[in-house]
């Protein structure tokens, strides 16, 4: 399948933006909208809207420094990225804290400008993310760990909610938030980051079935779609395992590295008949859940040789 290049865009539905702002701008009347500017006080109140309704873009005003470097430990980041245009707005944003946010997903870290300007930064982010979306569409696969992106992923619950509807049968997804790879690029590079993921992704696929999907959502962020399932509670009890399996330690460049897990849930027909609609509550909750595993995953420390009891990949 070859890529091809998204339309001319549309200049004259509105386009939907969360805004975390005391002070939203009024954006309506802009040329390169039109925008309609949804407000909310705080990351959490914008990790709830998040489960409910679908945004073209996130618009993050955030008034400090140490809140900008804080951003990324926000649970609701990775489902904003997902299929959204995260904009940050800051005073003071220097490199060495924007750059972390640009790898997660982040489209633009500016400070806070005029509304033309600003008008103009989301509407680029919006066509930016457009065009990546359509890029992954078609190559199906996340580099980093040889599985199924998102958009392959809602491709195949799509044709498996197509299938339900002339037999039906339950089917769960479950989404996975995994907490200490920040920290490992941090400690051990980009590199060992990678193996970390890698290894996470293989620890996965080995726990489940055959017929079972796993997923990369990028960033932190993976999916396990459970195809069929004999009991209502089969998906909260494949979640769990899941998730206390990856809290056993891995070995990354002969050290020992834990990670935490965030663990959300959706279940066809329970919570809804739309992939889309499965993948956000799934998220929505992966994001509002506490995290299994160690509390000091992120300050792993280095003991040399490890001899992890998992050395996967």
């Known amino acids: 399948m070859s890529w091809q290049p998204p339309p001319c ?26 925008f309609v500017m949804q407000p909310c006080l705080g990351l959490d109140v914008a990790a709830i809207e998040l489960q409910r309704t ?22 609701g980041l990775s489902q904003a990225v997902v299929d959204a245009a995260v904009v940050v707005l800051n005073p003071e944003p220097d490199v060495q804290r924007v750059l972390p946010l640009l790898a997660f997903g982040v489209q633009d ?10 008008a103009r930064v989301l509407r680029l982010a919006i066509e930016r993310k457009r065009i990546e979306m359509a890029a992954r569409k078609a190559y199906a696969t996340d580099l980093a760990t ?3 992106n998102h958009m392959q992923l809602l491709e195949h ?3 498996l909610v197509a299938l339900r509807a002339r037999e039906p049968a339950p089917m769960a997804l479950i989404v996975l938030r995994i907490e200490g790879l920040v920290a490992t690029e941090a400690a051990l590079g980009v590199e060992a980051a990678n193996v970390l993921k890698r290894k996470v992704a293989v620890r996965l696929r080995s726990a489940l079935r055959a017929s079972d999907v796993v997923a990369s959502l990028g960033g932190d962020t993976f999916a396990v779609l459970l195809a069929w ?28 590295r834990h990670v935490g897990v965030r663990a959300g849930l959706a279940a066809f027909p329970e919570h ?3 992939a889309e609609d499965l993948l956000r509550r799934a998220l929505g909750q992966a994001a509002s859940v506490a995290t ?16 992890a009891s998992n050395d996967e990949g």
């Open 9 to 34: 865009p549309d200049m004259t539905s509105p386009l939907q933006i969360l805004c975390v702002s005391a002070q939203p701008p009024d954006l309506w009347g802009s040329p390169y909208g039109p």
């Open 54 to 75: 679908a945004f073209d873009a996130v618009l993050i005003d955030l008034p400090t420094a140490s809140a900008l470097a804080a951003l990324i430990a926000w649970p």
């Open 109 to 118: 870290v500016l400070p806070p400008t005029d509304a033309g300007q600003l």
């Open 146 to 148: 040889g599985l199924p």
């Open 157 to 159: 619950m799509n044709h």
């Open 229 to 256: 399932i004999d009991a209502p509670d089969d998906g909260e009890r494949v979640a769990g395992k899941l998730a206390q399996s990856l809290t056993q330690p891995f070995s990354v460049t002969g050290r020992e």
């Open 272 to 274: 809804g008949d739309r």
């Open 292 to 307: 299994v595993g160690r509390g000091d995953y992120a300050h792993a420390v280095d003991r040399g040789p490890s001899s």
